[in-house]
Nanobody, 124 residues
Framework: QVQLVESGGGLVQAGGSLRLSCTAS????????MGWYRQAPGKQRELVAT???????NIADSAKGRFTISRDNAKNTVHLQMNNLKPEDTAVYYC??????????????????WGQGTQVTVSS
């Protein structure tokens, strides 16, 4: 039906940069919000950034001034550019999308879709 595939995680030193990407595929009619969440060990999953179809964004205070979210609607792709990374940014980052897709019956249905997660590790 719908899949989100993430890429771009890895290990980086403090002060470095990483760019995460996520592409949605399947029988998609449209995607409203796309975003990134993260979950560090022993902590709850938290919102990092969201971008709506028209381009409006919502960035967590911890990421403001360092992270930028963007999307390509034609490719159903969202990116997260992360600069000046800090050890506290270490977490598994998950892509999320609010998707309207076609079921096998041909009828549209909404889905809160999630990617499998990608590890970001920032060393001090």
């Amino acid at each position: 039906q719908v899949q989100l595939v993430e890429s771009g995680g890895g290990l980086v030193q403090a002060g470095g940069s990483l760019r995460l990407s996520c592409t949605a595929s399947g029988t998609i009619f449209s995607i409203n919000a796309m975003g990134w969440y993260r979950q560090a060990p022993g902590k709850q999953r938290e919102l990092v950034a969201t971008i709506f179809r028209a381009g409006d964004t919502n960035i967590a205070d911890s990421a403001k001034g360092r992270f930028t979210i963007s999307r390509d609607n034609a490719k159903n792709t969202v990116h997260l550019q992360m600069n000046n990374l800090k050890p506290e940014d270490t977490a598994v980052y998950y892509c999320n999308a609010d998707v309207l897709y076609y079921r096998s019956s041909g009828r549209p249905s909404g889905l809160d879709a999630w990617g499998q997660g990608t590890q970001v590790t920032v060393s001090s």
